[in-house]
């Protein structure tokens, strides 16, 4: 086998199999995406829910400053990554949340009602 098929041996095998190598070995600590693992991190930011809207899965709450998003405290319409999270809450209700941008819209990721 000559250098240049070698060198070409190699590249194809690194290629193989470096996807494989780069996987993590605990499958329960993986996250679907680098949006969700940097949510699981994401600290939480203190918040009122103004309204629920069920029909539209949306929700406004009322926000503290969100710094990984260099948001200032406001008021805002989110999204919701599931649906389920609006059955626990109501107008009124503290919350902690995080949120992220996806697909252009923020999206709260992780949301816990304050008793």
Avoid: W, Y
């Amino acid at each position: 086998m000559n250098r240049t098929n070698l060198l070409l041996c190699a590249t194809i095998f690194t290629a193989i199999a470096a996807p494989a190598v780069a996987q993590p070995s605990d499958q329960n600590l993986r996250a679907d995406t680098p949006i969700q693992l940097a949510q699981a991190a994401a600290p939480m930011t203190d918040g009122e829910i103004r309204k629920v809207d069920m029909d539209a899965k949306k929700i406004t709450i009322r926000h503290a400053p969100i710094q990984e998003l260099g948001m200032p405290a406001m008021t805002m319409v989110f999204q919701v990554s599931d649906p389920a999270m609006l059955d626990k809450v109501k107008a009124g209700d503290k919350v902690r949340f995080n949120a992220a941008r996806t697909g252009g819209a923020f999206t709260v990721m992780q949301l816990e009602p304050v008793r």
